[in-house]
């Protein structure tokens, strides 16, 4: 794990040991009255998926990774990103948000073929000029 200096409290610094412990991407729950507000802990506001929450806030860490926090009404869920969406958003895009980079990458594909229809389908109709 290494030692990790986040400019958060010491509840910040508990949930972020117990997401650390846990695989990427697994949500913990924790209560809105054991931690202070993201915001007032040095996360910046953000976004993620849509889960119905009411906010999201990440805290960048050192050694690139990334504490990911999603607000709802009654708690917040907390996990640990492998790339920071903030520091490295193309590397979040592939490491820990695979799904919308694919989605990037089909659309992007279907853009050029059919740029690439479009041209072979002008190209065909054009009529030769007679030479006089």
Request: proline share 6%; net charge neutral; charged share 20%.
């Amino acid at each position: 794990m290494g030692s990790t200096s986040i400019p958060t409290g010491d509840a910040w610094k508990s949930v972020l040991e117990i997401v650390l412990s846990t695989k990427a991407h697994t949500d913990i729950s924790i209560s809105k009255l054991d931690v202070p507000h993201p915001l007032a802990s040095g996360f910046v506001k953000h976004f993620g998926d849509l889960a119905g929450q009411n906010g999201d806030y990440r805290l960048p860490l050192p050694d690139g990774k990334e504490l990911h926090v999603k607000e709802y009404d009654k708690d917040f869920k907390a996990h640990w990103d492998m790339e920071s969406a903030i520091k490295n958003p193309l590397g979040h895009l592939f490491w820990d948000a695979f799904h919308w980079f694919a989605l990037i990458c089909v659309v992007a594909f279907v853009i050029v073929l059919g740029g690439l229809w479009y041209i072979v389908s002008k190209r065909r109709n054009q009529t030769p000029t007679p030479a006089t």
